[in-house]
């Protein structure tokens, strides 16, 4: 069975730094583009950008190109988002989700990392 | 780049058909992914390629595309379909980033 799962849930203050992860199981990681989805509370899904595991090609929504960073290590099947200084705006839910193969469609997703930026 | 327009609220009663449409004036080229997303979970795919359905998702959920408008359509709605919806499509420009409709949240009366 494929799944992804996520880091559990982190309390931060403006300026931390933070990394969460998404690890993937019951599939070949290095094979399939991950992407990071961003979930403002009471609001919609927002693409933040994507990473193939098996060459580290990374691409980024520019709505969040330079204020995050994508990483994996195919080695431990592993995604990360890294943020060097966090904000109270990025107080949000983060998921991962797997794009199928050949396909469109992010066919798994992880069950959710709730950020909490607050001073 | 597209972008996505749905309804924000979609009523239904018990045993009719939902119909949540998705309006792009680009959306005739692209293919179209279908979220759920219920309370408190992370989103579930529905369909994709407009109106293919992914193992385990009943035959009661159904995609179509008209000229601009993309529609996900819920036959024999249950209390259980109440939800988010969401559209999405692949950006045509990058390939690389997803576009999102704003979410629908359907109601079952």
């Known amino acids: 069975e494929v799944q992804l799962v996520q880091s559990g849930a982190e309390v931060k203050k403006p300026g931390e730094s933070l990394k969460i992860s998404c690890k993937g199981f019951g599939y070949n990681f290095a094979n399939h583009w991950v992407g990071w989805v961003r979930q403002v509370p009471g609001k919609g899904l927002e693409w933040m950008g994507l990473i193939y595991p098996g060459d580290s090609d990374t691409r980024y929504s520019p709505s969040f190109q330079g204020h995050v960073t994508i990483s994996a290590d195919k080695s431990i099947s592993t995604a990360y988002l890294q943020w060097s200084s966090l904000k109270a705006s990025d107080t949000a839910m983060y998921y991962c989700?797997?794009?199928?193969?050949?396909?469109?469609?992010?066919?798994?997703w992880g069950q959710g990392t709730l950020v909490t930026v607050s001073s | 780049s597209s972008v996505l327009t749905q309804s924000p609220s979609v009523s239904v009663a018990p045993e009719q058909t939902a119909r949540i449409t998705c309006g792009s004036n680009?959306?005739?080229?692209?293919?179209v992914q279908w979220y759920q997303q219920k309370p408190g979970q992370a989103p579930v795919l529905v369909l994709y390629d407009d109106s293919a359905r992914p193992s385990g998702i009943p035959e009661r959920f159904s995609g179509s595309k008209s000229g601009s408008t993309a529609t996900l359509s819920i036959s024999r709605a249950e209390a259980g379909d109440e939800a988010d919806y969401y559209c999405?499509?692949?950006?045509?420009?990058?390939?690389?980033?997803?576009?999102f409709g704003g979410g629908t949240k359907l109601t079952v009366l």
């Open positions: 680009t959306i005739g080229d692209k293919t």
């Open positions: 999405s499509v692949w950006d045509g420009t990058s390939d690389h980033h997803v576009i």
């Open positions: 989700a797997r794009r199928a193969q050949g396909g469109y469609e992010c066919d798994s």
